[in-house]
């Protein structure tokens, strides 16, 4: 069974950093996409970022400019490098998985990201 488990999220103050990681427990090259998806209080979740295999990324307009996510395959590990990051970013994130790009067949528990003003 895979498992997926963030971690790095915490409180950070607006306009500061935070990094988030995504253990994947078998061969992170097996899924053809991963992505990261938030879910802000009172909210629906929504997708953040994806990759694919090949390195595509895509973003979400709020994301653009602000967040990078990235891979190491040999770590079996995705990352979230957001910067510059405001209030409206505090939300639950959770990383996912997809084989064939038709769903999200595997999540993570996720992690708390709360920005201060």
């Known amino acids: 069974q895979v498992q997926l488990v963030e971690s790095g999220g915490g409180s950070v103050q607006a306009g500061g950093s935070v990094r988030l990681s995504c253990i994947v427990s078998?061969?992170?090259?097996?899924?053809?996409?991963m992505g990261w998806f938030r879910r802000p209080p009172g909210e629906m979740r929504e997708r953040v970022a994806t990759i694919d295999r090949d390195g595509t990324e895509m973003y979400a307009e709020s994301a653009k400019g602000r967040f990078t996510i990235s891979k190491d395959n040999a770590k079996n590990t995705l990352y979230l490098q957001m910067n510059g990051v405001k209030p409206e970013d505090t939300a639950w994130y959770s990383c996912?998985?997809?084989?064939?790009?038709?769903?999200?067949?595997?999540w993570g528990q996720g992690t708390q990201v709360t920005v201060s003003s």
């Open positions: 996912a998985a997809s084989v064939l790009y038709s769903r999200w067949d595997y």
């Open positions: 078998g061969d992170i090259h097996n899924f053809g996409r």
